[in-house]
């Protein structure tokens, strides 16, 4: 492997570490009780190596579905024969069916966890929007990247967020995952055929 593929890797690697010691931590202590300076201590690394990687607090915990950021567009654009809205629809049954944490659908303790870190924290929920903005910006220039583009894709993210979270919401609240499966199929069903119904160009 070419030094710059080892160097790619081992940088890789310190983000995924990092970004795990300080998950570990937030879980442990409480997001506001953990300081840049104890993740630091605990990675065995500098502040400032840490802020080469990390820039904000908030980054340490998004990396982790940092890959979400752009499903959608990276759905669209890799099937250009499919009608996005189909493409969109299997991938989110897809996801159901495989209990994939970004349905909502997992009751994995450790899933559990952290997105009760992520809503429960008044500064990851900010972030948050930043995260779907810049998801509907991806998948906007996947469908075009015109006006119609982006009103479309604004209603596609809240669409596949509003059915996660309601997921999210019953598992929570001590449904299991697997007796919820049946309705989230549904609902998702639904939730398409409405996108189909008022957006038919993408269908």
Same mark, same amino acid.
């Given at each position: 492997? @070419? ?8 940088? !890789? ?6 970004? #795990? ?6 879980? /442990? ?21 840490? *802020? ?9 915990? *998004? ?5 979400? #950021?752009? #499903? ?14 189909? @493409?969109?629809?299997?991938? *989110? ?20 966890? *952290? ?19 810049? @998801? /509907? ?17 604004? !209603? ?8 996660? !979270? ?38």
């Amino acid at each position: 492997m @070419s030094e710059i593929g080892l160097r790619e890797r081992k940088k !890789q690697r310190m983000y995924e570490t990092v970004s #795990e010691i300080a998950i570990r931590l937030f879980l /442990e202590k409480g997001y506001d009780a953990v300081s840049v300076a104890e993740i630091a201590a605990a990675a065995e690394i500098s502040k400032p190596t840490l *802020f080469r990687y990390f820039p904000t607090k908030e980054d340490l915990v *998004f990396h982790r579905i940092a890959d979400h #950021e752009d #499903e959608a567009a990276r759905v669209v654009a890799g099937a250009p024969d499919i009608a996005p809205l189909v @493409s969109l629809r299997r991938d *989110f049954l897809d996801g159901i069916e495989r209990s994939d944490p970004i349905t909502g659908l997992s009751d994995h303790p450790a899933v559990l966890a *952290f997105y009760d870190l992520l809503y429960g924290t008044p500064a990851l929920v900010a972030r948050m929007y930043a995260h779907l903005e810049r @998801s /509907e910006e991806a998948l906007a220039e996947a469908l075009g990247g015109d006006l119609d583009a982006r009103l479309a894709a604004g !209603q596609i993210i809240v669409v596949r967020r509003v059915l996660a !979270q309601e997921n999210w919401r019953r598992v929570t609240g001590g449904e299991d995952a697997g007796a919820v499966r049946a309705d989230a199929v549904a609902a998702a069903e639904r939730a398409f055929d409405l996108l189909e119904a008022g957006l038919p160009h993408l269908a």
